[in-house]
């Protein structure tokens, strides 16, 4: 008689084997095809969490895998070569809800999650309000919770435009009301979906994630909370690092869509063509500029400590990586003439689905003006130091001291043109539109002194070169 050893479990399988394994896993779940005009069928979604797809956001305790950063973007990429909503759903689930789940809750929520994760529909997160948004959510939130008693108590909420809205339960953000006040730190509840009245989107695009209004109004055990703190300076970063960390795994979603990009422009778009072939070019681009900040996470950020001191850096990634990939998508929609505007066409799914990333989590023109205040401000590690700047300096100063620079920096030249417009700023003379601008050649200049090929830097210092002109345009 053979004896076979038993198949290894995606938990046990080494980094290679586990990435050949859930790109397997999806050319079957989708062997028939996908489409992206209805909403995702929860079977192939479960089949999906079932063959690992969520491992690598797992802790190992849970049966998880070993804190990889690289799995994690990996499995982001691998599912944005099926569309942006099956990368944007598997981003939702692992950076929303299993993370905040794992780090926020006790053993018994952490237990609850995870059965509704990985045997049914799984989970949301309810952060945004039809009121507010951008900066102020944090401080404007609504929603709350109080006591009625030890074991109770009463949930007001209104989440707006949540991903995920119909699943099992939503992570809902909320502060506690005390005396008819609100506190200023928020806190978590696991909400199962029989306490939420959800009120569907219809939506442009991401036709294949339900978006909703959610309204809960409802009294509810008391095991629901999830303090993140119990002080509110410590419960706002922590509320904080949710984000952040998200921002920086984005790159992972986004670069997967934009190697969808590139794989159907191979598809559809002929070569012999000179626009054609500058147009492809300009997409590669875009590509490379990608395939930096993809790295960057890989290697800079780590899936189980804090990520607060890398806000300047999540802004970067989550802009850039929105607006490049965004433009990609728009190029290949073009290219493809009438075809690309037929409803249902792969390359207007990209195109009109990708468009939201510019917005959630942030718009990023918001996010440009935050990456600029960032930079003139003094890193926690410089104040650790006793490390003042100097408000009289120069851009080109805080560019040449700022250590956020010098750790990912290659040998680089900046042209006179671009050291000439740092060397006409100091750190608190831009009005606030020229802020934005002055962002995005901040973020453009952090991938530039990575970049490893001259044609991607050439790129990147023409983009530099624009938003120069927009600056001096604005002011």
């Not at 799984?122 to 507010?132: C, D, M, R």
């Not at 890989?298 to 001191?309: D, G, I, L, N």
């Not at 001259?454 to 990147?460: K, N």
């Amino acid at each position: 008689m053979i004896h076979t050893e038993p198949s290894a479990q995606p938990s046990t399988m080494d980094t290679a084997a586990f990435l050949k394994h859930i790109e397997s896993a999806f050319r079957r779940i989708f062997s028939d095809g996908i489409d992206l005009m209805r909403y995702l069928p929860e079977d192939k979604w479960l089949a999906l969490k079932q063959a690992g797809l969520l491992l690598p956001f797992l802790d190992k305790k849970y049966g998880g895998r070993k804190g990889s950063q690289f799995e994690i973007q990996e499995v982001l990429r691998i599912a944005g070569h099926y569309g942006v909503p099956v990368t944007l759903r598997t981003g939702i689930e692992g950076a929303l809800v299993l993370q905040p789940l794992q780090e926020f809750g006790d053993e018994a929520q952490v237990a609850q999650g995870l059965e509704m994760i990985f045997k049914g529909e799984g989970g949301g997160l309810g952060v945004t309000e039809p009121e507010t948004s951008g900066a102020a959510i944090a401080r404007e939130m609504q929603s709350y919770y109080e006591y009625i008693d030890g074991q109770t108590i009463y949930v007001n909420a209104a989440k707006y435009w949540q991903g995920n809205s119909q699943s099992d339960f939503l992570l809902v953000a909320a502060k506690e009301r005390k005396n008819g006040k609100l506190a200023k730190v928020i806190d978590l509840l696991l909400v199962p979906k029989t306490y939420i009245r959800c009120e569907t989107l219809a939506s442009e695009g991401l036709r294949a994630v339900r978006y909703a209004v959610n309204r809960i109004d409802a009294e509810m055990p008391a095991t629901a909370v999830m303090k993140l703190s119990q002080s509110d300076a410590a419960g706002l970063r922590a509320f904080q690092n949710i984000f952040i960390r998200s921002r920086l795994q984005l790159i992972g979603m986004t670069h997967g869509i934009m190697e969808y990009t590139l794989e159907n422009l191979e598809r559809y778009v002929r070569n012999d063509i000179r626009f054609v072939d500058y147009e492809r070019r300009e997409i590669r681009r875009r590509h490379q500029v990608s395939e930096i900040l993809y790295r960057y996470v890989c290697h800079s950020v780590s899936p189980v400590a804090p990520v607060a001191h890398q806000l300047m850096e999540a802004n970067i990634v989550k802009t850039l990586a929105t607006e490049y990939t965004y433009a990609a998508a728009q190029m290949l929609q073009k290219l493809l003439g009438a075809k690309g505007f037929e409803r249902g066409h792969t390359a207007g799914n990209i195109a009109i689905d990708i468009r939201p990333f510019t917005i959630f989590e942030g718009p990023n023109d918001m996010l440009y003006a935050e990456i600029y205040d960032q930079f003139v401000r003094a890193t926690a590690e410089e104040k650790e130091a006793g490390m003042k700047l100097d408000k009289n300096q120069t851009l080109l100063d805080r560019l040449q001291t700022d250590a956020r620079f010098a750790a990912v920096a290659r040998d680089y030249t900046l042209p006179e043109d671009i050291r000439s417009f740092l060397q006409e700023h100091t750190l608190t003379d831009a009005c606030a539109l020229q802020k934005i601008f002055i962002g995005k050649i901040i973020a453009r200049l952090f991938v530039f002194v990575q970049a490893e090929h001259e044609d991607t830097a050439a790129f990147l210092l023409n983009d530099i070169r624009k938003d120069i002109l927009d600056c001096r345009y604005c002011g």
